[in-house]
Structures are given as C-alpha cells and as structure tokens.
C-alpha cells in the first residue's frame, strides 16, 4: 500500500484531488477567522479564549474529555497568549491551505495540518479533525508522489540540488582541500 501511494501514477492523481480538497478546507476555515473581529480584528483572542476556556472545563470531572497536562498547558500558555495564538492559528491555517491546493512544500504543510488538528482534538473536539488528520498522514506517507502535480515537481528538486553537500562551499572536517576535491570529482 505504501508503495503503491508513493510511485502509482494513479494514486498520484488521486492524492493531488484529496491534497486539493483538503487544502480548500484549511483555506475556507481561515477566512472565516481572518474576516472575523474576534479572530483577527479589533478584539482578536475572545474566539480563541472561548475554545480554549470550555476545553479548560473539559478537562474535569470523573471523565474528562481533555487530559490534564493539555488543559495545563492552556490555562499557563495558551490563554494568557490568546491575541498570539488566535493571529498564529488563523494565518497558519492559510498558508497550511495554500501549501496543499499549490503542492508547495506539500509533507510540510500536511505536517502542520496535522499538528493543528492534532492540537484541536486534545482541546476536546471533533468535527472534521479526525477526517483530515487521517488525510494529511496519508499525505505525508506518499510523500513526494502527493506533491508531483504541483509546485513541488520543480521546488523539491532545486532544493535537493541546492542543499546537497558540496555544492556549497561547506568547510569539511578534512580541511579546505577535501571539500574542492569532492566538487571536481
């Protein structure tokens, strides 16, 4: 299965739909927050304190649906951060949604497509979170074969290339001479 995702020319296809349409939902779901007050204007951080507040409250009672580490780390964090945190989630689900629908540094942005919903789900929701943190592993499991119809076809190879060892003038720890001698080899 997992080479099948990673070199199948039709599961490329496929991946490059779902990559897409995941990539329209961060998308959509961060321009409700960018277009809102309580996100990004005026009074940025009352939609977040909110969530974060009822996910505090979850976190009691004989079976609390939020752990009690994560609701520690929300009252000593996240909440006193609110204005932070609510500009960090908003913007970082577009540019997450605009890396998918490119295929621009594709494993990268399913990567903290998953961290956002990984973190939305240890706040004790639902909703779509377990859907898409299911689509973005399968995402980064393909690898480059989710990003091969997309801007990655030409970014990862310039960065590979680029990013090699010596093909910038790394010093090696044999001295000057061992690093021009790899270059002309």
């Known amino acids: 299965m997992v080479g099948w995702l990673r070199h199948n020319v039709y599961a490329r296809w496929l991946l490059t739909v779902l990559r897409v349409w995941v990539g329209a939902e961060w998308i959509r779901a961060s321009l409700e927050k960018i277009g809102s007050p309580v ?26 649906e939020v752990q009690g580490w994560y609701a520690s780390f929300i009252q ?7 204005v932070l945190f609510s500009y960090v989630i908003s913007y970082g689900e577009l ?19 998953a961290v956002m919903n990984v973190a939305y789900l240890l706040a004790g929701t ?5 859907n898409m943190l299911i689509w973005e592993a399968l995402l980064m499991v393909a690898g480059f074969n989710a990003a ?38």
Do not use: E, Y
């Open 39 to 64: 996100w990004t204007g005026n009074k940025a951080g009352v939609a977040i304190s909110g969530f974060l507040g009822n996910a505090v409250k979850l976190s009691t009672g004989a079976h609390a």
């Open 76 to 82: 000593g964090f996240a909440l006193p951060h609110a």
């Open 95 to 113: 540019l997450v949604g605009i890396g998918l629908v490119l295929g621009c540094l594709t494993t990268a942005a399913a990567f903290f497509g």
């Open 126 to 130: 639902s909703s779509t979170n377990p």
């Open 148 to 185: 091969a119809i997309g801007v990655d076809r030409w970014l990862i190879p310039m960065l590979r290339h680029l990013f090699r060892r010596g093909q910038w003038d790394i010093p090696s720890s044999s001295g000057p001479q061992a690093g021009a001698q790899r270059r002309t080899a």
